[in-house]
């Protein structure tokens, strides 16, 4: 995944877990056309894989991260894409 980061400095790549949102990868904005680093593996659990880019102008700590996914924020400091991947299910 490739992000154009718009004046932003920093980038969280976030999934659901047990306790809630978390990063999956934290870093830099990458500069050019580097993708960002982090590997997604989908899991055989019944669901949708569900994932949240979040672009920001400082680090974030877990409770504002959270908090910002929550609201889909989208200000001049932090903007938050989320994306849903919907699992096929084979009827057997």
């Known amino acids: 995944m490739r992000v154009a980061c718009e004046g932003l400095k ?3 790549v976030a999934t659901p877990g047990a306790s809630g949102w978390g990063p999956l990868s934290s870093t830099a904005c990458p500069v050019g056309d580097d ?3 982090f590997t997604l593996q989908v899991d ?4 949708d894989e569900q994932l949240a880019v979040v672009l920001s102008q400082d680090e974030l700590d877990l409770e504002t991260l959270r ?3 929550a609201e889909t924020r989208r200000s001049a400091d932090v903007w938050v ?3 849903v991947m919907p699992k096929e299910t084979e009827n057997r």
């Not at 055989?44 to 669901?47: A, D, F, L, N, T």
Request: glycine residues 6%; without cysteine.
């Open 10 to 12: 920093r980038v969280v």
């Open 35 to 37: 993708p960002l680093p």
């Open 44 to 47: 055989s659990e019944p669901g």
């Open 67 to 69: 908090k910002a996914i």
């Open 81 to 83: 894409l989320s994306y």
